[in-house]
């Protein structure tokens, strides 16, 4: 307790630069704003721990999330979300979940028309991965290795031989859930549990 009173003590005068005592006007003062603050630091340390991640989920964009808009020379200049994918991405944030994306595009002005649709459709942040010369997606997704990687079935642009999971390495593989979505059918359908989404998959 002593040790208390001093330490409030020496706080009122780092605080008032001048003497400070139980009778002084500044001491309940004083000793206000020294337990919100360690109010405030416990809830603090609280959120913390409750924004642990709890798996990391890589989201294919293209055809998965978004809708592509093109100009007439065939470069991708914006998007459109498909459903509320948007919200779903947040709700798996929200319980733990860190959010990466996977882009088909390579050249910097498309990444960046991926970039700016996916922040004006109010997704949640993450890193864009996209492929650099020579690597496939494989090689991103091992070098990201996420727990989950969602991504549609690539129906309309040959199918499996265009996706992601299958090609990645089978040691890796393993360890990650794959969730296959219909091409351009949004994500909606997905739980709205993190956790059931991991355990239903599997």
Not at 10 to 39: D, E, K, V
Not at 169 to 188: K, M, N, Q, T, Y
Request: proline fraction near 3%; glycine fraction near 12%; aromatic fraction near 8%.
């Amino acid at each position: 307790m002593i040790a208390g009173f001093a330490l409030i003590h020496s706080y009122c005068q780092y605080l008032f630069l001048g003497p400070c005592n139980i009778n002084g006007s500044n001491f309940p003062l004083g000793l206000f704003l020294m337990i919100m603050g360690g109010a405030g630091l416990v809830f603090y340390r609280i959120g913390l721990v409750r924004k642990r991640i709890i798996a990391k989920i890589l989201v294919f964009t293209e055809g998965t999330l978004i809708r592509e808009v093109r100009d007439g020379h065939g470069r991708m200049t914006g998007g459109t979300k498909l459903g509320n994918a948007s919200a779903k991405l947040k709700s798996w944030n929200g319980q733990g979940a860190q959010i990466m994306y996977l882009t088909s595009k390579r050249m910097e002005d498309e990444i960046e028309a991926v970039r700016r649709t996916l922040k004006t459709n109010g997704f949640p942040k993450g890193r864009l991965y996209y492929r650099n010369k020579g690597e496939e997606y494989k090689d991103v997704a091992e070098n990201a290795l996420p727990d989950v990687i969602v991504e549609s079935d690539c129906a309309g642009i040959g199918g499996e031989r265009e996706m992601t999971y299958p090609h990645i390495r089978p040691d890796i593989r393993r360890r990650i859930v794959s969730v296959v979505v219909r091409e351009f059918e949004g994500i909606d359908h997905l739980p709205e549990s993190l956790q059931n989404l991991l355990r239903d998959q599997t």
